[in-house]
């Protein structure tokens, strides 16, 4: 069975800094990982996904993520945050094996403070 | 380009009403359709997803039913609401390449809250 985590409910950063918003999956064969951005009361907003090929997958607003296979691991990042990245984070995870079902993480919600 | 949209965006019914969510696709054909429902707190729930026209697949047993009468517009109704039907509800479309590369774009959302 495929599954997300996302083990942070919440992160806090100082505006300039970077961050890391963590997510790991399980799935019986290849994953195709995806991070997505939602704002009060707004649907979710594609960032970025991972298919296959270069590890460091760069996305929208300046986000990147880094697939780490033997970790399990899709973690999202930006090397300087903004307080307008001040969101609710959602990692998802399809496995190749299983059709067309996107199992998403419960949620970080990112706090960028001035 | 492709645009997403959902109506109404927000609705205040009581127990035991009948409930009719629309979303609707532009821009592109033959997509693949899905109604999420995100609960208080975060987490989304797939309701169900469409490959097609009158095709539609049913992840969670409930209180609801979907339907897909024409390529690009989806339908989430149910007969008569439950207090625990309330909640964020998303509609979302892919293009539905196969081998599941292909990403989901999400609406606006309906906020759904039943007394």
């Known amino acids: 069975a495929q599954s997300v985590a996302q083990p942070e409910d919440q992160v806090n950063v100082a505006e300039g800094n970077p961050l890391t918003v963590k997510c790991t999956y399980s799935v019986s064969g290849n994953p195709y990982l995806f991070w997505y951005v939602q704002y009060p009361n707004r649907g979710l907003q594609f960032l970025l996904k991972y298919i296959t090929g270069d590890n460091l997958v760069k996305g929208s607003y300046g986000f990147e993520a880094e697939f780490n296979k033997s970790q399990t691991s899709f973690h999202l990042k930006k090397p300087s945050a903004l307080v307008s990245d001040s969101a609710l984070y959602f990692c998802a995870v399809r496995d190749d094996q299983a059709g067309t079902a996107l199992i998403f993480g419960k949620g970080t919600t990112l706090s960028v403070s001035s | 380009s492709q645009t997403i949209h959902q109506w109404p965006a927000t609705l205040v019914q009581p127990v035991g009403s009948p409930l009719s969510l629309e979303c609707t696709v532009e821009g592109t054909s033959n997509p693949n359709l899905y109604w999420y429902r995100q609960a208080a707190g975060r987490g989304l729930q797939l309701l169900f997803y469409s490959v097609g026209i009158g095709q539609i697949s049913s992840e969670v047993p409930q209180n609801l039913s979907a339907s897909r009468p024409q390529d690009r517009q989806f339908i989430l109704s149910s007969k008569k609401l439950l207090l625990s039907d309330s909640g964020f509800y998303l509609c979302?479309?892919?293009?539905?390449?196969?081998?599941?590369?292909?990403?989901?774009?999400f609406g606006p959302g309906t906020r759904l809250t039943v007394l």
């Open positions: 979302a479309w892919s293009l539905g390449r196969a081998g599941g590369t292909d990403t989901q774009y």
